[in-house]
């Protein structure tokens, strides 16, 4: 058992600390670093896209409507609402004839504040496109015509569709939703609670279906190439989970989700688990998980080198001078 934890320092003392649960394994299914938290329950959020997007991949829509690689990519995204991110989905909606209105994620600014400055200037307001799950959500409405589904009502837990992405969800976690663990996510798709226990296990179900033949892994290989040739549309030019892919050339698979988790899968040394920060603050993840990956040994001292600033990220004023910084701790 370990204890993990981040500092924010401003100056020389630490002003915040933000507590960190983790439960990470080996392909055997042995844990190799935890905190002695694996039944605990969590939402784990934008981390399980990847499951989520499943049965749009199943559904045959990439073929049925022309999409391409970009569009599988970002259908697993937490897009920042650059202009890459708005031009894919644009072109997404006229594939499949339908409306922005259509979409039930909600409207929210650009999450990438340049974005969201260019759009006020320029005179615009944010569209269900903005929204950092659209992605997601285009992926389900595909998947919907694609399976002759009617798309109207299509986040409602009883939703055909839903129950597709519950199976995909209940068979990598390797257990059953929790009647208990059901929620609503931001984006007002059903979201559900697992077991930390549960989520690694997921990461190492990836690793081993990654390498099988059947439904799942064929799907699952079509939508890792594609994040791995777009890294980018997972999140933006500046967030972590695309930076962690883009640098390890799609060796290491990773996606964070709101309130501070993130799930990672390396597919080399075959090793992966969930990180989750206690009090939900997303600036305590870059740091702990460096020292995680560091603390394995899953990094070259390249990638070390071209990740450090994830690993002591400085902290700036609105001057622009330095204050502080946020550095993790394993005990």
């Not at 259509?102 to 929210?108: N, R």
């Not at 944010?126 to 109207?152: D, E, R, V």
């Not at 603390?295 to 994830?310: A, C, I, R, T």
């Amino acid at each position: 058992m370990v204890s993990l934890s981040v500092n924010v320092y401003r100056g020389k003392l630490i002003e915040s600390k933000h507590q960190i649960i983790s439960s990470i394994k080996d392909i055997e299914g042995n844990i190799i670093l935890s905190t002695n938290n694996e039944n605990d329950f969590i939402y784990p959020r934008s981390s399980i896209k990847i499951f989520q997007a499943l049965p749009f991949i199943n559904s045959n829509a990439p073929i049925k409507f022309k999409l391409n690689e970009k569009n599988i990519a970002i259908a697993c995204s937490s897009h920042k609402g650059e202009t890459q991110h708005l031009g894919v989905l644009n072109k997404w909606i006229t594939k499949i004839n339908i409306c922005i209105a259509d979409l039930k994620c909600g409207i929210h600014n650009p999450i990438d504040l340049p974005s969201s400055n260019n759009l006020l200037l320029g005179g615009e307001t944010p569209t269900q496109l903005h929204n950092n799950c659209a992605g997601k959500h285009l992926g389900m409405i595909s998947g919907c015509l694609a399976n002759n589904l009617s798309y109207k009502n299509y986040v409602d837990f009883d939703h055909p569709y839903q129950r597709l992405i519950r199976e995909s969800l209940e068979i990598f976690m390797g257990s059953k939703i929790n009647k208990n663990c059901v929620g609503i996510d931001g984006c007002s798709a059903p979201q559900y609670a697992f077991l930390l226990n549960h989520l690694s296990d997921s990461m190492i179900n990836l690793i081993k279906e990654k390498n099988n033949n059947n439904e799942y892994s064929k799907a699952i290989n079509t939508i890792l190439l594609s994040i791995n040739k777009f890294p980018e549309l997972i999140g933006g030019g500046n967030s972590f989970d695309s930076e962690i892919i883009k640098i390890t050339k799609g060796r290491i698979f990773c996606k964070g989700g709101a309130e501070g988790v993130l799930l990672f899968a390396d597919f080399s040394k075959k090793i992966g688990g969930v990180i989750k920060v206690l009090d939900g603050n997303d600036r305590a993840k870059p740091s702990i998980t460096m020292k995680i990956f560091s603390q394995l040994n899953l990094l070259s001292h390249k990638e070390e080198k071209s990740l450090e600033y994830w690993s002591e990220e400085p902290l700036y004023n609105h001057a622009k001078k330095t204050i502080g910084k946020i550095i993790a701790e394993i005990k």
